[in-house]
């Protein structure tokens, strides 16, 4: 068994050290007050017990409390005030300087909770070490100066998690969707540099990937592109080329009659398509930001999105060849084609391609092909998302939505000033969202006893909390100078606002979002019922909290004039912190805290047998009640060789289903070669990966894509994120 150290470090257990650390309290008392030699043993044993039980690594904090209790038990109190009395001055001298022993820690990779706290930074390099020492420095500067006491202490407890509190010293957003079709048709400045109109698909391609790590390296969340503004651009280079081919052909005397020298300029115009996708997949795949990762980039497929049928056609050409280059992926340092992290793909069903006669159901089947292979694209349908939004639109990264449009019909304006404003048409893309507070449903759950009056009770003051927090955010980001990030603010991306000028009016008028996070429905429905929110008497239940927290956000709304929104929060390390706080404040319960995990969102427990159709059915009434964002999932096996299976599915979520995936493995071992599943395995207390072939247990040396929440990690996870991987059932 493992021991994570206050700095992050991973130790072996020694019951040795709490024989010692009690037996030195002991001595400190009077002998009549001391407790035996053979009763600090039974302490010491346990505990060791108790640690045993978490099935995960415990922190030294969590066995020091039980160390406590047993004392108590005991009834040697003397001797507990005393231990009591020695971790207090020891607070106390740690609390002098609250961020050295981390960041040291960091600098010398072993810091194991830094290693596993994002599924797509490797800590080893640099800039990602240089991006987690600046994270510690803003977050102790956020915990002791920027953020209220109380706020601070119930994220620290676990009641709520105050998302990327390491970015929020700094005055930046969340994640948005990027008005690309505006950086390129009217130009942008980037470091410094005029970047005009591109002539040709291929530049358009390359400056919408030096946008990509530009905008990724000025915001802390996911950004979103649509492949329809590149799409004109096809064009551009079919006259251009045309052009070339006609010289060509007069030089050399030649005549070909319209049919041939059409074909010979769709051909080079093709193999520019796909230069022009290569440079994108390729540059986002090898870009590292100054955050130490990849751009976490969305890349939206949408038909329907083109504004006339020969960009339709066009877009379509760009479309297939983006799925084509996924299928291959990417070689990894043996040369080897694995799954790429990023970047995310959405392709959305529409009626021009969900049926066999639809002209572009070769697309869709394309697609069903590339998510069999690479767990990518994920869906959108068009025709639920119609119902549900009034609009069709991509999220912002990996689920993050807009609320619909508002400030059009408010008479608002082009208050971004973007280039490509409509008058009287929607818009979304320049739209970000402010940040996001998540409320921890179990702890209400438990917090409750099972007191139904209680349980509202304490929700209510929990959601005014969360409000309270989510308002930090809003006031952090009001009064930011549009020259604080020139690229989002005064280029195009976000914004063409004047230099000095502040970025308020975009936090207002629902042109941007605020979201209120949830977490852990099935156990917080599981506690206070007795039962799954799948059984239909515990259903009305699990709604009726989703339409609270809709309530909730409809009277803020209406307050402050600023869009809160539910969002079904993508749990990564925050969900294994929450499991610990929960173990630590109610101990062990059965079927509700006794995993490294809670459950993400409004999910069906990842070890519930529920077959694929089933989940998405029950799973879609709570994605309507999550305006703000959510993503459901099936488990599937290998599907490679039963792509109608995926069909069927990709139909279903058309009908039933706002937004959707299949998750399905691809892993490689680098030692033997081994291209099936990498397994996960319980070695000394600690969950491993291991090749099933050669042994293999060297991350470095193994390719592992597992589907994280909405997007792929390729990086490994914390050891709560890796036992919810681990007991996942498959669903088809």
Not at 42 to 47: E, L, S
Not at 74 to 103: C, F, M, P, Q, W
Not at 339 to 368: M, Q, S
Not at 706 to 725: A, D, F, K, L, M
Request: aromatic content about 8%; charged content about 25%.
């Amino acid at each position: 068994m493992k021991v994570i150290k206050r700095n992050g470090s991973e130790v072996v257990f020694d019951i040795e050290k709490i024989v010692a650390a009690v037996a030195k309290a002991n001595d400190s008392v009077e002998e009549g007050l001391r407790l035996t030699p053979s009763q600090i043993n039974r302490i010491a044993q346990f505990v060791e017990l108790y640690c045993q039980s978490m099935n995960r690594s415990p922190s030294v904090e969590e066995i020091q409390d039980q160390v406590e209790i047993q004392i108590m038990a005991h009834g040697a109190y003397e001797v507990a005030k005393h231990y009591i009395t020695y971790r207090y001055v020891r607070s106390l001298v740690r609390r002098s300087n609250t961020t050295d022993e981390k960041i040291l820690s960091l600098i010398e990779c072993c810091n194991e909770e830094a290693k596993q706290e994002n599924a797509n930074k490797n800590p080893v390099v640099n800039s990602t070490q240089r991006d987690y020492m600046a994270g510690e420095v803003s977050r102790d500067i956020t915990e002791r100066i920027l953020l209220p006491a109380d706020i601070v202490e119930a994220h620290q407890d676990g009641l709520i998690h105050f998302h990327d509190s390491d970015y929020f010293a700094q005055h930046m957003h969340n994640c948005d969707l990027v008005n690309l079709e505006d950086m390129l048709q009217n130009g942008t400045v980037i470091t410094g540099t005029m970047i005009e109109r591109p002539h040709s698909f291929s530049t358009a391609c390359n400056i919408a990937t030096q946008i990509i790590a530009q905008v990724a390296s000025n915001q802390y969340g996911g950004q979103s592109i649509s492949l329809t503004h590149l799409a004109p651009f096809v064009d551009i280079s079919r006259q251009k080329i045309r052009k070339i081919v006609e010289k060509e052909m007069a030089d050399i005397g030649a005549t070909p009659d319209e049919e041939k020298l059409s074909a010979l300029v769709e051909t080079r115009l093709r193999e520019e398509i796909r230069r022009g996708v290569q440079t994108i997949q390729y540059q986002v795949v090898t870009l590292l930001t100054t955050n130490g990762q990849a751009p976490f980039v969305t890349v939206f497929m949408y038909l329907n999105e083109a504004r006339n049928e020969q960009e339709k056609r066009d877009l379509a050409l760009i479309i297939e060849e983006t799925l084509l280059q996924r299928i291959q992926g990417v070689k990894n340092e043996k040369g080897v084609w694995v799954t790429p992290a990023f970047p995310k793909l959405i392709y959305v069903l529409e009626p021009d391609n969900i049926t066999e006669d639809a002209p572009y159901w070769y697309l869709t089947k394309l697609a069903a092909k590339c998510t069999a292979k690479r767990m990518v694209p994920d869906y959108i349908s068009e025709k639920i998302m119609f119902r549900d939004k009034g609009d069709c639109y991509t999220c912002m990264g990996c689920r993050s939505f807009l609320t619909p449009d508002r400030f059009t019909e408010a008479g608002v304006g082009n208050i971004a000033n973007a280039g490509n404003y409509e008058p009287g048409k929607h818009k979304y893309y320049g739209r970000f969202n402010q940040g996001v507070v998540t409320i921890n449903l179990v702890d209400v759950a438990l917090s409750s006893a099972g007191n139904l009056q209680k349980f509202w009770e304490i929700f209510d003051e929990r959601l005014e909390l969360c409000h309270r927090a989510l308002l930090c955010r809003h006031e952090r980001l009001k009064g930011t100078l549009s020259d604080a990030a020139p690229i989002l603010w005064q280029y195009g991306a976000l914004a063409r606002l004047e230099k000095g000028e502040t970025i308020d009016k975009l936090l207002y008028n629902g042109y941007s979002t605020i979201s209120l996070g949830y977490a852990g429905l099935y156990e917080c429905v599981k506690f206070m019922t007795g039962k799954s929110h799948t059984d239909p008497e515990a259903t009305p239940f699990a709604l009726e909290v989703m339409q609270h927290m809709n309530d909730a956000c409809k009277k803020w709304k209406a307050e402050s004039n600023i869009d809160f929104s539910l969002y079904g929060t993508p749990l990564e390390s925050t969900t294994y912190k929450f499991a610990k706080c929960l173990q630590k404040r109610f101990g062990i319960i059965p079927g509700i805290t006794d995993k490294g995990y809670i459950t993400n969102s409004y999910h069906v427990h990842v070890t519930e047998e529920i077959d694929a159709f089933e989940k998405l059915k029950f799973e879609s009434q709570f994605q309507t009640l999550s305006p703000g964002g959510a993503i459901s999932y099936v488990e599937v096996p290998d599907m490679q060789d039963n792509l109608e299976a995926v069909l069927q599915v990709m139909k279903f979520i058309y009908e039933n289903i706002m937004y959707a995936e299949l998750n399905t493995k691809s892993d490689y071992c680098q030692c033997c070669g081994w291209d099936g599943e990498i397994e996960i395995v319980e070695e000394d207390g600690k969950l491993v990966w291991r090749c099933p072939q050669c042994g293999n247990e060297d991350q470095d040396k193994m390719n592992v894509a597992r589907r994280t929440c909405g997007y792929i990690g390729t990086q490994y996870w914390n050891q709560g994120r890796t036992q919810e991987i681990k007991d996942r059932v498959l669903h088809l």
